[in-house]
């Protein structure tokens, strides 16, 4: 956003809330405003009335892990977003420097770490939710290759078949 933002371009950017910790809403936004740039919050649940009301034009995430085959994990909800921008031809982008690539595990082998039924069930200490009830709260999902428009790296964009590119990404 930044390095458009340095290009003159005219940017403004949809930053969802983030659940459970709302990290889009108290650090995206924050650094979004700090850094002047136009930045509206929604809800996780309203990514897809936005796109259906045209008002996203591209979809750029960050990743936690890509493996070498373009599959790309980030924070729980990505993978619905490039769902939702797929049925609304929308591009999607994956944002990740080369630290984040990870050439030697298969997308199957890949843990998905299980965070505490605490932060479904509470909201500043105080119970929300029935005691007893079952959570699934994973932290992370996977975006299958073919959701994803390509990949922006510091040595440019990875484009489709992510299995070449990544390639010649690893070698340089």
Known sequence: MRAAIEQRKCISVVATETRPALQGARLTCFE??????????????????AMQKGLVNKVIVGADRVTKFGHTFNKIGTYQIAVLAQRHN????????????????????????????????????????????????????????????????????LLPPFEESIDKFCES
């Open 32 to 49: 979004l405003k700090n850094d002047g740039i136009s930045v509206t919050l929604i809800a996780d649940s309203m990514v897809g009335y």
């Open 90 to 157: 929308i591009p999607f982008y994956v944002a990740a420097p080369r630290s984040t690539f990870d050439f030697d595990t298969n997308f199957e082998d890949v843990i998905i770490e299980e965070r505490s039924l605490n932060e479904m069930v509470m909201i500043n200490r105080k119970r929300i939710a029935p005691k007893g009830i079952n959570v699934l709260n994973p932290a992370f999902d996977m975006t299958p290759p073919e959701l994803i428009t390509a990949i922006i790296t510091e040595k440019g964009l």
